[in-house]
């Protein structure tokens, strides 16, 4: 369980600080996401900040289980969900979260408290273990095919 809310009901200033880094750091991404253009390969956007291609494939020929994924990200901005998905279907449902997540921290830090509660830790917990368990299937799928 986490640690409990302090008693006067509103989170303290370095928990609010925290929660808006964080807020603010995953509406840049997703906003840096909005203004790339999707490779058509279904991956490679990436090279469009100045990063290098990915080395798992250059080394090994082999796409990582990240390969697609900030194509994935750019097509979900833009509203192409089946593009997103078959660039990187677990890239899809972390932008998806990342979607999610970035206006419910904005919105917990400058209020003190969360709009809806605190979040379930189960339902957390599913979700990054379903996230995790799509990216390695979908990797496994790609280097056994």
Do not use: D
Request: proline fraction near 8%; aromatic fraction near 8%.
């Amino acid at each position: 369980m986490s640690a409990p809310p302090p008693s006067s009901g509103s989170l303290g200033w370095f928990r609010r600080s925290l929660l808006g880094l964080v807020g603010l750091i995953v509406a840049g991404l997703l906003g840096t996401a909005a203004m790339l253009t999707p490779n058509n390969q279904g991956l490679g956007t990436h090279q469009q900040l100045g990063l290098p291609p990915c080395s798992s494939r250059v080394w090994f020929g082999v796409r990582c289980p990240a390969c697609g994924m900030t194509t994935s990200w750019a097509y979900l901005t833009k509203g192409n969900v089946v593009g997103s998905i078959r660039s990187n279907a677990a890239g899809f449902l972390l932008g998806l979260t990342a979607m999610a997540s970035a206006p419910w921290l904005l919105v917990t830090a400058f209020r003190g408290r969360p709009p809806l509660g605190y979040p379930n830790e189960i339902v957390a917990l599913v979700v990054v273990c379903s996230i995790a368990a799509v990216m390695v299937a979908e990797w496994l799928f790609r280097v056994m095919s």
